[in-house]
């Protein structure tokens, strides 16, 4: 006992010396500076040798790019001596190099929290397509890139707006944008357009549409909400099957005729119930078939009208011809998400409804993969089916009611959605069609890949889909519709009915005024 | 007794062995099957590392070609250098949370002990009531209060500062207390009141007495304080969003983006659970070739 | 000396105090919003406005997933609290001893514990895959059927509860601590009476652990009951709302619906159900845990 007690008494005192030293350390280090400026690369003061390192990322030509960059470093300076008659506010100059008279405001000072998520691989392209070249336009502007991934997003946003500091320039789409207006926690942006010549005609219809409520613009498209669902086609497959690979198919039909031969091939033909976060591959396809959800003031539910049902029991039809259950002919993953390329990289299945982001995702997860790409198929049995496809979100960037620095937020927003650089270059480098018309006219764009027609041809056939701050609501009564026919607990038209009525019901409560 | 005790085997069972004379061939039967289900277990445990760290170590092209091979060719350590040199600071973001982590750490088992032991040795009116509350706390899902705790912490400015994370844990954390308080019931009060026969204030008695009887559990708690602050992600998320103060597993999901980069995220995961691992590694001693210092021992 | 108040009470609030201070600084303060907000229609943008009881009234009467939710939670809860428990257990035990290589099998035993649970629902994610995953191209080299746990409504809560045993490393350290703080004397002394290692187990061991097992028993019932994230980024409640769990139901109420109130509601009823169950638990322990009690 002698000994374990002279013991403790020493290894105790180890014990709280190292913990104090330990505490101390970390307290002292705790208070240092909390401005420990990461080892950021130097700040390009040479503008013209930065810009070769930016497109590494993309795949096509980088020359033009160093010499088109150089110039706005340049072209601000003396431009900015001569400022352009402006009305009210900082003074504005016009820089050409910018594409469509851009009209900046050079001297606006402040700081940009620009919540987003383009994480990853993207944060790259965000310092180099965007925040490189605003900090040269814009010397008085410090922009934070808070990135962070995409799910906890609108989480995180609406704890920061409900708190009353939120971030300045916030990244939303969809239900969140709608619900956000309609709390007039985000700005409308439409004088702000006006002021600064912007025109809606520069966006495609449908781009600018789905960012608005009730008639104004309330955040500006940064990537397309189109061009979300082409259909691709894995060639390899294909031939294995005994199918023409430059054959695709054209229409539900032909997509019929494809399972069998697929199947003897030991494979599966298409798992078509994947379409994306917030739209049931039911909406797609009653779209295809003539059909529609919802009218366009969303006061009717529309899905169970002949199109509607149609296009259900084809799906249904589609899926048992296959494997029977869903569960048997299911790719994988969450439900409520595209097909991602992992998942279609073990080159089982044939076909893959997919978004404009494939080309790259594809290129840089699996590629080993060969594919085509088309548009999605008609119903050749239906003469008012044709190429439709519903968006109802995209990304946009909008401006916090609540927050400080609202200029500067403006000023950041202008630049990356409608300038040459930001607009244009940062999907680019994705080889993603732009909300900005004038954007997908690039050689570029039109030579990183061999489809780009079929993405123009998916661009044009965007149908933009109204949505109501409730949305999320609608948009799981979807999904337990789809559910209910899918996994066959009800027969389709009987799902489509009840689920309508239970929709119908949430409307009615909305525009009535009740929650 | 002490010294037969020292270095056997089963510290518990060695002297009992002695005792009951257990034979050669029953011990190495007892052996196996330990070994074996011991084995499997761990054998399931690492099952889906192997392919974590497979996919850490594959080239983004080869990351999903089926059928899935298990030794990656080439094997490139590049992952690693986009995880941890890219254009987050991962190191920046692993110091900001070593330093939350001591300081948690010792917050809470300074805190924690001295409040079990309240709970523990004390008689006062309203002690199960309030152990009872301490209890509730755990019972509201964290999303729903983490609006107000926001707004709370926005009002006296602690956003973007380690302090919402830090505070806290020097007024106790309920699960920590929970557990210490279930330890010190069982300290025998033999020694308790000897002490206190001793003469030793009630802060004495708790020095001397109940925390280096505590040892096995200080170590759970500092364990589990330091695993929870590495991996606490909806706090960090939400009261943390300044880039330089951003913790290890905020730059973590940045990985995960609006399309994830599976093969970065796994070299980020493993990078970002060597220190706890190691720790554990080292640190496991205490629970077993146990420092208890039993005052009842010989 | 009359003391109006004894020099226990005193010392023992005192050592509460830092929690007592803490509750009221942090906590608390959240918590009464929660019960406020129960009783208000609250889209967290604008201020809340008082409903009185509708909330509760159309959670009880006229919303079939709450009830769906709580019969996907009860699942859970109570197949793998005793599955999770008894892992741990005897893991501990069988654990709690220095042979070669303890350390290492230990360690990666432990080790799922230690990953953040959002990256190992990711990894699961992966590895569940139907076509491309490691689980099922080894079932497939071994001739099992490619099978979809995840759009499965049968077995994507069994999938889960298989998965949430990865951690059981967290109880079976907290049983291991406890396994040390048993006086050896005991083992000795029941040994000496001739005690065969079961009955030196059901005499000794389990009894002297009883204040861990009640802690891990509490501590899991509470976790339990609010299982979040493996269904959160595994599936988003489906297939079918097969893996709909309560705190999932209250979180797409608050952040996806933006209802607040609702959600408060609903927190303030989970909050009830375990605030029983634990305080049953609790009062009846004292029949089964084995404490030097004062």
């Known amino acids: ?515 | 007794m002490s010294v037969a005790s020292a270095h056997e085997e089963t510290p518990g069972r060695s002297s009992a062995a002695m005792v009951t004379g257990r034979s050669q061939a029953g011990r190495i039967a007892e052996r196996t099957v330990v070994y074996g289900l011991l084995g499997l277990v761990a054998f399931i445990m690492l099952f889906p590392f192997t392919w974590v760290l497979s996919l850490a170590l594959k080239t983004p092209p080869q990351a999903f070609i089926y059928p899935p091979a298990l030794i990656p060719d080439p094997i490139s350590f590049e992952n690693f250098g986009k995880a941890l040199f890219g254009p987050l600071p991962f190191l920046l973001f692993f110091q900001n949370t070593l330093i939350i982590a001591i300081l948690v750490i010792v917050g809470d088992l300074l805190s924690c002990s001295l409040i079990a032991y309240g709970f523990a040795r004390f008689r006062f009116p309203g002690r199960d009531i309030l152990f009872l509350i301490l209890l509730s706390t755990l019972m509201v899902p964290f999303i729903v209060r983490l609006v107000p705790l926001f707004v709370m912490f926005q009002s006296v400015g602690w956003i973007n500062t380690f302090l919402p994370l830090v505070v806290p844990a020097f007024f106790g954390t309920p699960l920590f207390i929970f557990l210490m308080r279930q330890f010190f019931l069982t300290v025998p009060l033999e020694l308790i009141d000897a002490a206190r026969i001793d003469g030793a204030n009630e802060l004495q008695v708790w020095w001397r007495i109940m925390v280096p009887l505590s040892k096995p559990v200080m170590a759970a708690v500092a364990i589990f304080a330091f695993q929870a602050t590495w991996n606490d992600f909806l706090a960090p998320l939400v009261f943390l969003q300044r880039r330089e103060v951003r913790t290890i597993i905020l730059g973590l999901y940045s990985f995960l983006g609006i399309n994830p980069d599976y093969p970065t995220l796994m070299a980020a995961t493993i990078a970002s659970i060597i220190p706890i691992v190691v720790i554990f590694f080292l640190f496991q001693n205490f629970f077993v070739k146990g420092i208890t210092v039993s005052g009842l021992k010989g | ?294």
């Open chain 1, 1 to 515: 006992m002698d000994e374990t007690q002279r013991s403790i008494p020493r290894s105790r005192r180890d014990v709280l010396r190292t913990g104090l030293l330990l505490s101390v350390t970390a307290l002292a280090a705790a208070c240092a500076p909390s401005t420990p400026a990461p080892a950021k690369p130097a700040e390009p003061a040479k503008p013209a040798e930065s810009k070769p390192a930016a497109p590494a990322a993309a795949a096509p030509a980088t020359a033009p790019k160093p010499a088109e960059a150089a110039k706005p470093a340049e072209a601000a300076k003396p431009a900015a001596a001569a400022p352009a008659a402006k009305t009210g506010g900082p003074t504005g100059t016009v820089i050409k190099e910018l594409g469509r008279d851009y009209l900046a405001y050079p001297d606006v000072k402040g700081t940009i929290q620009f919540s987003n998520c383009w994480a990853a691989s993207r944060v790259q392209l965000v310092e180099d397509t965007w925040i490189k070249p605003f900090q040269q336009i814009y010397p008085g502007i410090k922009v934070e890139n808070d990135v962070g991934n995409c799910p906890p997003l609108l989480e995180k946003q609406t704890t920061q707006v409900a708190a009353g500091a939120p971030p300045n320039v916030m990244m939303i789409r969809g239900g969140g944008l709608a619900f956000f207006a309609d709390q007039k926690k985000i700005d409308a942006l439409d004088d702000l357009m006006a002021r600064d010549k912007i025109e809606k005609s520069w966006y495609y219809e449908t781009e600018l549409k789905t960012r608005m409520h009730q008639g104004k613009v309330y955040g500006l498209p940064n990537v397309t909400g189109g061009a979300n669902f082409m259909l691709f086609y894995n060639t390899k497959l294909m031939e294995k099957a005994g199918l023409d690979p430059n054959k695709p198919p054209k229409t539900w039909q032909d997509v019929d005729a494809m399972v069998e031969p697929v199947k003897k091939a030991g494979l599966l033909t298409w798992d078509p119930f994947k379409a994306n976060a917030s739209q049931t591959a039911h909406e797609i396809f009653t779209y295809q078939n003539g059909g529609r959800y919802w009218d366009d003031e969303v006061k009717k539910i529309l899905w169970n009208e002949p199109a509607g049902v149609e296009a259900g029991e084809w799906l249904l039809q589609l899926v048992k011809a296959q494997g029977d259950k869903y569960e048997n002919v299911n790719i994988g993953g969450v439900r409520k998400d595209t097909i991602q390329p992992q998942e279609w990289a073990a080159e089982k299945y044939v076909l893959n409804m997919n978004g404009s982001w494939t080309f790259f995702l594809m290129k840089t997860t699996a590629p080993h993969v060969q594919y085509g790409a088309t548009t999605m198929p008609t119903n050749a049995k239906n003469p008012a089916s044709k190429l439709a496809t519903p968006a109802d979100v995209g990304w946009a960037f909008s401006i916090a009611t609540d927050a400080k620095d609202k200029e500067a937020a403006w000023e950041w927003i202008k630049f990356t959605t409608t300038s040459k650089m930001g607009a244009c270059k940062f999907v680019e480098a994705q080889n993603r069609p732009s909300p900005v018309i004038d954007c997908n006219d690039s050689p570029e764009l039109k030579g990183g890949t061999p489809y780009w027609g079929v993405v123009e041809a998916d661009l044009k056939a965007n149908v933009a889909v109204p949505v109501l701050p409730i949305h999320p609501k609608i948009a799981d009564l979807m999904y337990e519709m789809e559910d209910a026919f899918l996994y066959e607990r009800m027969p389709v038209k009987e799902a489509l009915d009840k689920y309508a009525a239970d929709a119908q019901k949430l409307l009615d409560d909305h525009h009535a005024g009740k929650r």
């Open chain 3, 1 to 294: 000396m009359a003391r109006l108040v004894s020099r226990e009470t005193v010392w023992g609030y005192g050592f509460i105090a830092p929690w007592i201070v803490g509750l009221l600084l942090f906590t608390a303060g959240p918590i009464v919003a929660v019960f406020y907000w129960s009783f208000t229609d609250y889209p967290i943008l604008s201020a809340p406005t008082w409903v009185g009881l509708k909330n509760y009234e159309k959670i009880l009467t006229g919303d079939p997933l709450f009830w769906r939710s709580i019969q996907n939670t009860a699942y859970y809860v109570l197949l793998r609290v005793p599955l999770h428990l008894l892992l741990a257990f005897v893991l501990a035990l069988l654990i709690n001893r220095s042979i070669r290589g303890i350390s290492f099998l230990r360690t990666a035993i432990y080790l799922p514990s230690v990953v953040p649970i959002v990256a190992l629902a990711v990894i699961w994610r992966l590895l569940l895959d139907p076509r491309g995953g490691y689980l099922n191209y080894y079932g497939s080299l071994i001739g099992l059927p490619a099978t979809n746990f995840l759009t499965s409504e049968a077995l994507i809560k069994p999938a889960i509860i298989g998965i949430s045993l990865f951690q059981v490393g967290v109880a079976m350290v907290i049983f291991m601590a406890g396994l040390q703080a048993i006086p050896e004397q005991l083992y000795e002394a029941a040994a000496i009476d001739g005690a065969s290692a079961w009955q030196r187990l059901v005499n000794v061991t389990v009894p002297m652990l009883t204040p861990v097992i009640l802690y891990n028993l509490i501590v899991d019932i509470i976790n339990s009951f609010q299982v979040f994230a493996y269904a959160f980024i595994l599936t988003g409640g489906a297939p079918a709302n097969a893996a709909l769990f309560y705190v999932l139901y209250i979180y797409k109420h608050a952040f996806e619906f933006f209802q607040m109130g609702y959600a408060s509601a609903l927190s303030v009823i989970l909050f009830l159900v375990i605030l029983v169950f634990t305080a049953i638990l609790m009062s009846f322990s004292d029949r089964w845990v084995q404490y030097d009690r004062i």
